[in-house]
Every structure is written in C-alpha cells, then in structure tokens.
C-alpha cells in the first residue's frame, strides 16, 4: 500500500458496455478495488490492488503527460446508438479534480476508436492493478 506519497482524495474509472470486458475500478477507504467483468454482467468478484508509491507517482506523471486534467466533461459520438462502450472517470489528486465521461468517444478522437491518450490512460490504470504492461 502507498505510504509515502498521498493517495488520490477520489478516485473512480469505469469503462465497459453491453458487450465485451468492463473495467470497474474504485479508491475506498485507501484500497484500491477493481472488478473485471465480460458481456456487459458483473463478476461480482471484487478485487483489491496495492500500488505502492512509486506506481502512484507513475500515474501522477501519466495523468499530467496526457492532459487529463483538460479533458472535456463529456464525449459523445455519433456512434453512441449501437454496442456502446462506456466510460467515466473520476479523479482528485493533488489540489486538482475532472470528472468526464463518454459514450463512444474519446479525449482527442472524433469517432468511436479509443484516442492514444485515452488509450495510454487506460493502459496507467491497468497497470495500477497489475494488469497492465
């Protein structure tokens, strides 16, 4: 668990549809809880990660890289009718605070493909619990 650098204040990220894996992960209570799921159900298998400070600092890094922090509040694309991929996200780290979400688009890409940042958002938050490269 992180001891030395301070845990986000909030921190929430979701992303997943009616078909296909989603990605539920959630800060309580200091413990990191995520919850894989497939075909839009839940598992109802919550588990728990614990990045240790240098993996926090890492995402801090990424977070700020990425423009996350300017993101807009929301994403929606004209593809948003149809096997919809979700997402929300939110985060307040360090004095700053976004809460965005989408429907089939992405920071920085105008149709329903993921964007690279939010792609490489994605790949920080996997690897906070251990699921990523």
């Known amino acids: 668990m992180c001891t030395g650098a301070p845990l ?12 296909g894996p989603s990605l539920y992960v959630r800060l309580v209570d200091a413990r990191l809880l995520y919850e894989w799921a497939s075909a839009g159900g839940y598992s109802g298998v919550v588990m728990e990660a614990s990045p240790t400070d240098e993996e926090w600092a890492r995402f801090r890094k990424i977070v700020d890289q990425l423009g996350v922090w300017e993101w807009e ?6 593809y948003s009718c149809c096997d919809v ?3 929300h996200l939110r ?14 688009a992405y920071p920085g890409s105008p149709g329903p493909e993921g964007s690279k940042e939010f792609r490489e958002f994605r790949a920080a938050v996997e690897r906070l619990i251990g699921r990523g490269p």
């Open 85 to 87: 991929t979700y997402w």
């Open 91 to 104: 985060l307040e780290m360090d004095g700053r605070r976004i809460v965005a979400r989408g429907a089939n």
């Open 73 to 78: 509040p929301e994403y929606v694309s004209a």
């Open 8 to 19: 986000p204040s909030a921190f929430e990220f979701y992303i997943g549809g009616s078909v």
